[in-house]
């Protein structure tokens, strides 16, 4: 069982930055895709990015594309998500997750088997 531990998260203000880790100590085979989620109470959780373990594969969602960008150090089993401009609608519970693959497809957060307990964004109004 993989276990994922996000931080990061906190307040900021609209137009700023924060930068979300995701720690993956067990994650020892480069064959996975870690993506990031993130939900508000009372919608679904939305698939943000997508980055691959080997290779180069990278996704995100039209929403966040050229303010996120996501990475990893593999070393380190650590994935990260660089969060700018952010936006009140950026607001919500941010989670880590991993599938077995070497490509990102879509962000739909049924193909991800492993998930973190997730990090808070808070981006007021």
């Known amino acids: 069982q993989l276990r994922f531990v996000e931080s990061g998260g906190n307040l900021v203000q609209p137009g700023g930055s924060l930068r979300l880790s995701c720690d993956a100590p067990?994650?020892?085979?480069?064959?996975?895709?870690v993506g990031w989620f993130r939900q508000v109470p009372g919608k679904e959780r939305e698939g943000v990015s997508c980055?691959?373990?080997?290779?180069?594969?990278?996704a995100y969602a039209d929403s966040v594309k050229g303010r996120f960008t996501t990475s990893r150090n593999y070393g380190e089993n650590t994935i990260y998500l660089q969060m700018d401009n952010l936006k009140p609608e950026d607001t919500g519970t941010y989670y880590c997750?991993?599938?077995?693959?070497?490509?990102?497809?879509?962000?739909?957060?049924?193909?991800?088997?492993?998930w973190g307990q997730g990090t808070q964004v808070v981006v007021p109004t």
């Open positions: 980055i691959s373990m080997v290779g180069h594969s990278q």
């Open positions: 997750a991993a599938a077995r693959g070497t490509t990102c497809g879509s962000l739909d957060s049924g193909n991800y088997r492993y």
């Open positions: 067990e994650m020892t085979s480069v064959y996975f895709v």
